[in-house]
């Protein structure tokens, strides 16, 4: 990856990083596990887009999608986050993410919001910096 591309990708990131900030606040203040939700939902809706066809608003939310395609990318997302977490001084990898899932304690029902009303908030935006 160019500098160039490095330095836009890193500017788009912190914009979707302010505005999920953004949009999940209350007037109680920013609750982190919804913020945490919002994002990952969000990488998930984005990779459903990408390999769904045109009629994916045909296709029920929360139905698992099984493609070639899906996992790749959604493999690519993973490693891209490992790395990006690990960068920050975190020592979670690849076994630890799949020992918290056999463990049945990942969840979102801490967060404040449904997958529906994320998207509903944030989705605008995404799509307007995609546009850009």
């Known amino acids: 990856m160019s500098d160039e591309l490095m330095k836009k990708t890193l500017e788009a990131a912190n914009l ?12 109680k203040g920013v609750h982190v596990e919804s913020v945490i939700a919002a994002a990952s939902r969000m990488a998930g809706t984005q ?9 994916a608003n045909a296709v029920a939310v929360g139905t ?4 070639e395609q899906a996992n790749s990318v959604g493999s690519n997302f993973m490693d891209l986050m490992l790395v990006t977490v ?3 001084g975190n020592t979670i990898n690849q076994e630890t993410l799949m020992d918290i899932q056999k463990s049945g304690s990942v969840t979102t029902s801490l967060a404040h919001h449904s ?12 799509t307007a910096l995609a546009r850009t």
Do not use: G, H
Request: charged share 20%.
């Open 115 to 126: 997958l529906l009303q994320t998207q509903e908030l944030i989705d605008p935006f995404y």
């Open 64 to 67: 698992p999608v099984f493609t």
């Open 86 to 88: 690990q960068q920050l």
């Open 47 to 55: 990779i459903f887009r990408a390999v769904v066809p045109v009629n």
């Open 16 to 27: 979707l990083k302010d505005w999920i900030i953004k949009a999940m606040a209350s007037e």
